[in-house]
Structure formats: structure tokens, C-alpha cells
């Protein structure tokens, strides 16, 4: 049996993973893929200690830290989910698509999964010019005219990414202001030329039959939530930044999760509703969500964890 199990890999995880690993706990680190939601950004600046790193730079700093230091005590399975957590008499058991584990104590970094656009159309053309991982898919459309939905952060940095191969750039977004977006993002995107935002906008649903073909994004119907007008945008490429969903189904029915499926937890220590279970990272209730932030409650969490394993 191990001393912790550690689900999820981004910074949360990856620094409860250091800490556990100095702290000489026997420890299990579980994880789909080591870097986080940041994987897909062209900069962070915003990362203490780093005035720039891209997210896949940063993804490889963070595995390098970790696997300086578990030689021998943090045992690592990349590329393994965990499908549910149970309670047992002596701990908790860990059920994943290729193995079960057991540990006395265990810590949930899951993140969060994209939401998906629910509208018309949205599934359909899924893979047909709507996409939700613009550095994966971005430079397919070059030259073309694309359209973003979502106004945040991950909406402009997204983007930022697609004006410099784009033809042209329309975010939509269905408030009247930018106030969950870096001000200087905002900025800098907002005076291109090639960029337009539409405000207290939302899409209602996607068409096909543009440039591309019938069977690809042609048009996405768009919404002025003020007028109720609709107007039709002729773009081929629909990136998708709608904000994110936690991942907690596996732990659902074992700890407390709010309305919106978030870990309660105690901020003074990210211990949830089940003792021995501690959260950290944007599978919480926590009010602000960063990766500094997501660190630093791995961070606490793990020193709660540690003595709570020595008075056990």
C-alpha cells in the first residue's frame, strides 16, 4: 500500500509531487498527461520566476522537477486514467483503465475537461472546422477567416495565436465586457487589424457548406443578446474557448462537490468533506483559479498530508 496517491498532473500535482518526494512518502503519481491546461498556450507570462515559457516548455519543466526527485519513492503512471476512488477499511482504493492501487491517503488534481458548444450543428462539424485546441489546429487555418467564442482568457489567447496566420479573427463573446482576460492580452489582441469582437454576442448555431465543402464549417449564426438580431459570420473555423468543466466524476459520491461539480474544500489546508482525502488545483471550489495558485494548494495540501500520515 502506498502512503498517497496523487491523481492529476498539471501544477497542483506536479508539486505535491516534489514536496511528497522530499518528504521521502511512498508514493503513487497518477496521471493522463504531466503539464496541465496551459499545454495549449503560445506564452505564459504570468508563471513567477519566468518572464515567458510556452505551455509545452513549461509541461517539460515541470515533468524534469518531478523526476529529479522520485528515484525510488514516487512511483510515476503517465498515460493511465482513473475511472473512481473508494473508501476501504485502510485507506482508499484507486481503480484506473489498466490497474487498481491502494494508498492511505489520497490527493485529487484532476483539473478540468472543455466544456463543449452546445448549440446546432457544434457536434456535427466537431473536427469539420470547430475545434477546441488552437495550437493543434490553428495553423490548418491559415489564410482563412476564423471565429472565436469566448472572451476570457483562453478566448483571446487563442486568439492572438490564430492572427498570425488567419486571414481574419472575430471573437464572440456573449457579455459586454472583457473582465475575465488579462488586460494587457486584451490590448494587445484588440488593436490588430485583422481582429473584431462582438459583444453581448453568443452563437446559436454552426452551418456547413463554406470553402471547404458542405461537410466543413461554413457559418456560425451568431446572436446580439441586446437586439435579438441574428447575423450569420462566413468562417470556416470555429475555435472554441468556453471555460472549463472539473473532473470529479471519480470521486462523486465520495466527497462533497458543489453545484457546478467543484471540491468543497478547506482553503487552509484543501482538505475535503472525506478524511484522508485532500483537493487542489481547478477541481475545486477555490475562487481563483492559475497555476501559481493551483501550486501553491498542492503545496499546502501536501504539508497537511504529511502530518496528517505521521499521526495516523
Known amino acids: 500500500m502506498y502512503d498517497l496517491a496523487i491523481i492529476g498532473g498539471g501544477p497542483a500535482g506536479v508539486s505535491a509531487g516534489v514536496y511528497a518526494a522530499r518528504k521521502r512518502l511512498n508514493t503513487i503519481f497518477i496521471t493522463e498527461t504531466i503539464g496541465g491546461q496551459s499545454m495549449d498556450s503560445v506564452e505564459i507570462q504570468n508563471w513567477i520566476g519566468t518572464q515567458k515559457i510556452s505551455g509545452l516548455e513549461l509541461a517539460k519543466s515541470l515533468e524534469a522537477h518531478l523526476r529529479a526527485y522520485v528515484a525510488g519513492l514516487v512511483d510515476i503512471k503517465q498515460g493511465v486514467r482513473v475511472d473512481r476512488v473508494e473508501k476501504t477499511a485502510s485507506g482508499f482504493m484507486v481503480y484506473t483503465d489498466k490497474n487498481t492501487f491502494e494508498a492511505r491517503a489520497v490527493l485529487v488534481a484532476t483539473g478540468g475537461v472543455r466544456r463543449k458548444l452546445s448549440v446546432p450543428g457544434a457536434k456535427e462539424f466537431e473536427n469539420k472546422g470547430v475545434t477546441y485546441c488552437a495550437s493543434c489546429d490553428g495553423p490548418l487555418f491559415a489564410g482563412q477567416d476564423v471565429a472565436v467564442v469566448g472572451g476570457g482568457n483562453a478566448g483571446f489567447e487563442t486568439a492572438a495565436q490564430l492572427l498570425a496566420y488567419a486571414k481574419s479573427v472575430t471573437l464572440?463573446?456573449?457579455?459586454?465586457?472583457?473582465?475575465?482576460?488579462?488586460?494587457?492580452?486584451?490590448?494587445?489582441?484588440?488593436?490588430?487589424?485583422?481582429?473584431?469582437?462582438?459583444?453581448?454576442?453568443?452563437?446559436?448555431?454552426?452551418?456547413?457548406?463554406?470553402?471547404?465543402g458542405k461537410n466543413f464549417v461554413g457559418a456560425l449564426v451568431?446572436?446580439?443578446?441586446?437586439?435579438?438580431?441574428?447575423?450569420?459570420?462566413?468562417?470556416?473555423?470555429?475555435?472554441?474557448?468556453?471555460?472549463?468543466?472539473?473532473?470529479?466524476?471519480?470521486?462523486?459520491?465520495?466527497?462533497?462537490?458543489?453545484?457546478?461539480?467543484?471540491?468543497?474544500?478547506?482553503?487552509?489546508?484543501?482538505?475535503?468533506?472525506?478524511?484522508?482525502?485532500?483537493?487542489?488545483?481547478?477541481?475545486?471550489?477555490?475562487?481563483?483559479?492559475?497555476?501559481?495558485?493551483?501550486?501553491?494548494?498542492?503545496?499546502?495540501?501536501?504539508?497537511?498530508?504529511?502530518?496528517?500520515?505521521?499521526?495516523?
Open 222 to 312: 451568431v446572436k446580439n443578446n441586446a437586439t435579438g438580431v441574428l447575423q450569420d459570420l462566413p468562417v470556416t473555423g470555429v475555435f472554441v474557448e468556453v471555460g472549463m468543466l472539473p473532473a470529479t466524476d471519480l470521486v462523486k459520491g465520495l466527497v462533497e462537490l458543489d453545484q457546478f461539480s467543484r471540491i468543497i474544500v478547506n482553503p487552509k489546508n484543501q482538505r475535503t468533506s472525506q478524511d484522508g482525502v485532500w483537493a487542489a488545483g481547478d477541481c475545486t471550489d477555490e475562487l481563483y483559479h492559475q497555476n501559481n495558485i493551483a501550486a501553491g494548494d498542492g503545496v499546502k495540501a501536501l504539508e497537511d498530508i504529511y502530518f496528517w500520515l505521521k499521526r495516523q
Open 172 to 212: 464572440v463573446h456573449r457579455s459586454g465586457e472583457f473582465n475575465k482576460a488579462d488586460k494587457s492580452t486584451v490590448d494587445a489582441v484588440m488593436v490588430h487589424p485583422n481582429f473584431k469582437a462582438l459583444i453581448n454576442t453568443e452563437p446559436v448555431e454552426v452551418k456547413g457548406g463554406g470553402a471547404n
